[in-house]
């Protein structure tokens, strides 16, 4: 199993960004994909996962509208739109796959992707 996340980039506060997840190696129909970041200094943190099959989506606390999860079953890609970014956004972006429901916790994912870094600065 292959997670690649890409996507990311310097942008200035204010901007947009949208991060891709390909995966491939097996049948994911029965996975939800997942996003978490991670800041200097922090610990991973869960952003948005959604359920391959379904199509639910579930969203952190702190997201507020600003991010979408989606996904393109036809390239097997998860995306992550970021708008409105903010310098608190930075941080490295991962993709992760774990078998049935989402979750919260990043221990409960079995894959993970190399990630990608975000940086919000002027």
């Known amino acids: 199993v292959q997670l690649q996340a890409s996507g990311g980039g310097l942008v200035q506060p204010g901007g947009s960004l949208r991060l891709s997840c390909v995966a491939s190696?097996?049948?994911?129909?029965?996975?939800?994909l997942g996003w978490f970041r991670q800041a200097p200094g922090k610990e991973r943190e869960f952003v948005a996962a959604i359920n391959w099959r379904r199509g639910e989506q579930y969203y952190a606390a702190f997201v507020k509208g600003r991010f979408t999860i989606s996904r393109d079953n036809a390239k097997n890609t998860v995306y992550l739109q970021i708008d409105s970014l903010k310098p608190e956004d930075t941080a490295v972006y991962y993709c992760?796959?774990?078998?049935?429901?989402?979750?919260?916790?990043?221990?409960?994912?079995?894959?993970w992707g190399q990630g990608t870094q975000v940086t919000v600065s002027s």
């Open positions: 190696g097996r049948t994911f129909s029965s996975y939800s």
């Open positions: 992760g796959a774990r078998s049935g429901t989402y979750s919260g916790s990043y221990d409960d994912y079995e894959y």
